[in-house]
């Protein structure tokens, strides 16, 4: 398994290695810039190893871990307990929060790193990013919706969960998108705030241990989401409530800046989250 890197339309920089799939850019010094990416370039081989070396205790509740981007998950994690939770909720963030960390310099404006999803975001004074997130996976006529992260918002990193999603989900939501002030946080907090988001015992939900559909899953036995029947809208409400529950008692914490949940046909916002469809050539993927 090689490590890839090769440049997009658009300047964007694409790093690729096994799970690990991130689109860098950035806006300012064209000298700054070429710096930066060199920088990601040589970096970036050496992370999924370092990550691989330490997998038995990123996938336990609370054990010592050495890495930058292994320290970065444990931290981001940890203030979610006593509920279950291990580094490997945060990786994806971490992964895009370290991208960023050695990319950004003196002379470059504004940058985002995107792995798979979860975005890590730098804003001089003045700058400002509009992202897209998936809202609305059963309405494909409707267009994303969109959220602007500006410099003075307290927002640097984006996260989405859902058991759509990449990684397996205790839970039914279509999505969870979050912001927080740091792309590992708004990834753990994504991961429990759409466990919550559930109907436990439904009969139109289908669950199976998460050691059978992937043997070295830190989840070990517990069920996770593989396919969601037809529920009602009242169903639909219920379980929002429960997920809404935990992204406000994560907001009282200040773990969390906002959060967006989404299970067909109903919706939920926390916090200060204004949604919005802007031209897209001012928006990210």
């Given at each position: 398994m090689t490590a890839r890197i090769a440049w997009l339309p658009g300047n964007?920089?694409?790093?690729?290695?096994?799970?690990?799939?991130?689109?860098l850019q950035g806006w300012g010094d064209p000298r700054a810039l070429t710096e930066g990416y060199a920088a990601?370039?040589?970096?970036?081989?050496?992370?999924?190893?370092?990550?691989?070396?330490?997998?038995?205790?990123l996938r336990a509740p609370d054990a010592p871990l050495h890495g930058p981007v292994a320290?970065?998950?444990?931290?981001?994690?940890?203030?979610?307990?006593?509920?279950?939770?291990?580094?490997?909720?945060?990786?994806?963030?971490?992964?895009?929060?370290?991208?960023?960390r050695l990319f950004v310099r003196p002379g470059i404006t504004r940058a985002y790193a995107n792995n798979g999803g979860d975005i890590?975001?730098?804003?001089?004074?003045?700058?400002?990013?509009?992202c897209a997130i998936a809202a609305r996976p059963h309405q494909p006529h409707h267009l994303p919706d969109r959220v602007t992260i500006r410099h003075a918002d307290p927002v640097r990193g984006i996260a989405t969960s859902g058991w759509r999603g990449r990684s397996h989900s205790l839970g039914i939501a279509d999505a969870v998108t979050v912001l927080a002030?740091?792309?590992?946080?708004?990834?753990?907090?994504?991961?429990?705030?759409?466990?919550?988001?559930?109907?436990?015992?439904?009969?139109?939900?289908?669950?199976?241990?998460?050691?059978?559909?992937?043997?070295?899953?830190?989840?070990?036995?517990?069920?996770?989401?593989?396919?969601?029947?037809?529920?009602?809208?009242?169903?639909?409400?219920?379980?929002?409530?429960?997920?809404?529950?935990?992204?406000?008692?994560?907001?009282?914490?200040?773990?969390?800046?906002?959060?967006?949940?989404?299970?067909?046909?109903?919706?939920?916002?926390?916090?200060?989250?204004?949604?919005s469809v802007p031209e897209p050539e001012s928006t990210l993927a």
């Open positions: 964007r920089l694409h790093l690729n290695h096994g799970p690990i799939d991130v689109i990601v370039a040589d970096r970036f081989p050496a992370i999924l190893p370092e990550l691989c070396a330490e997998l038995p205790a320290r970065r998950m444990a931290a981001a994690t940890a203030p979610f307990r006593p509920a279950f939770i291990t580094p490997m909720a945060a990786v994806a963030g971490a992964v895009a929060e370290e991208i960023l890590a975001l730098h804003l001089d004074r003045g700058e400002s990013l509009t002030r740091s792309a590992p946080m708004a990834d753990a907090a994504a991961t429990m705030i759409a466990n919550a988001v559930d109907l436990p015992g439904h009969p139109g939900i289908t669950r199976r241990p998460a050691l059978d559909l992937a043997p070295d899953s830190d989840l070990g036995h517990r069920l996770v989401t593989t396919a969601v029947g037809t529920i009602g809208r009242q169903e639909a409400v219920m379980a929002l409530c429960a997920g809404e529950a935990a992204a406000r008692a994560f907001r009282t914490q200040g773990l969390i800046e906002a959060a967006a949940l989404f299970l067909h046909p109903e919706h939920r916002t926390v916090g200060p989250l204004a949604l």
